[in-house]
């Protein structure tokens, strides 16, 4: 079950925040993020592994909510670095990932 | 700092033709992935290998669609006939993780096919 991510676009001024989420109807082991810029291949940004933790990276966050099989990216301060696409992918009892849609961020000048 | 390399980049094919693609993991990895990814969706995968060993080809259309890994390290993937809604890119990805594990996944610049 293809997990769902929300929004599916987001437009930016560079600076400001945003909070990019994902959801499954399916129990979860981890969620992993991953961003892609326009032509290119998936870039990995972080794994969440079953425990609801919350990790960082510069900038960037994410928390995993295991009860409600839910993560969360957060950008802060975002820069023009930040654009393309975010994918978020879930493992389950599948043991493979299975990738959102994903989330689309502009940001702007 | 090790990258998965594929080639080619980009591939264009009339329907009916045959065409390849080539992965090489990350030295060491020993699972290798193949992704398709549509334009404006998330990558699906086609298969997975551990060593030389398919783990899931659930995906993989296997009436035109093949791919294998035969020493354990570079991988192939293959279409005959290619059919126009094959076009996409299609990914390669390795990760270090043992049989069971999700790892981190180390993708390729991809192949962009294009079917006329």
């Known amino acids: 079950q293809q997990p769902v991510q929300s929004p599916q676009a987001v437009i930016l001024r560079e600076g400001e925040d945003a909070v990019i989420n994902c959801s499954s109807s399916?129990?979860?082991?981890?969620v992993h993020w991953y961003r892609q810029k326009h032509g290119e291949a998936p870039v990995f940004l972080m794994i969440l592994l079953k425990g609801g933790e919350q990790k960082g990276h510069e900038k960037i966050s994410a928390s995993f909510n295991e009860k409600k099989q839910q993560s969360s990216l957060y950008l802060t301060a975002s820069q023009l670095s930040y654009s393309g696409t975010y994918f978020c992918?879930?493992?389950?009892?599948?043991?493979?990932?299975?990738f959102g849609s994903g989330t689309r961020l502009s940001i702007r000048p | 700092e090790a990258e998965v390399a594929q080639s080619p980049r980009y591939k264009i094919t009339e329907k009916s033709q045959a065409v390849a693609f080539w992965c090489d993991p990350i030295?060491?990895?020993?699972?290798l992935y193949w992704y398709r990814q549509i334009l404006g969706q998330g990558p699906e995968l086609l298969v997975q290998?551990?060593?030389?060993?398919?783990?899931?080809d659930s995906q993989l259309p296997k009436d035109r669609f093949s791919a294998e890994r035969l020493k354990g390290v570079d991988s192939t993937l293959k279409i005959q006939p290619a059919e126009l809604g094959d076009s996409a890119m299609y990914l390669c990805?390795?990760?270090?993780?043992?049989?069971?594990?999700?790892?981190?996944?180390?993708f390729g610049p991809g192949t962009r096919l294009t079917v006329l």
């Open positions: 992918g879930t493992v389950s009892s599948a043991s493979k990932i299975i």
């Open positions: 399916k129990a979860l082991y981890s």
């Open positions: 030295s060491g990895h020993a699972t």
């Open positions: 290998f551990q060593d030389e060993s398919v783990v899931d």
């Open positions: 990805a390795s990760s270090s993780g043992l049989a069971g594990e999700v790892d981190t996944q180390y």
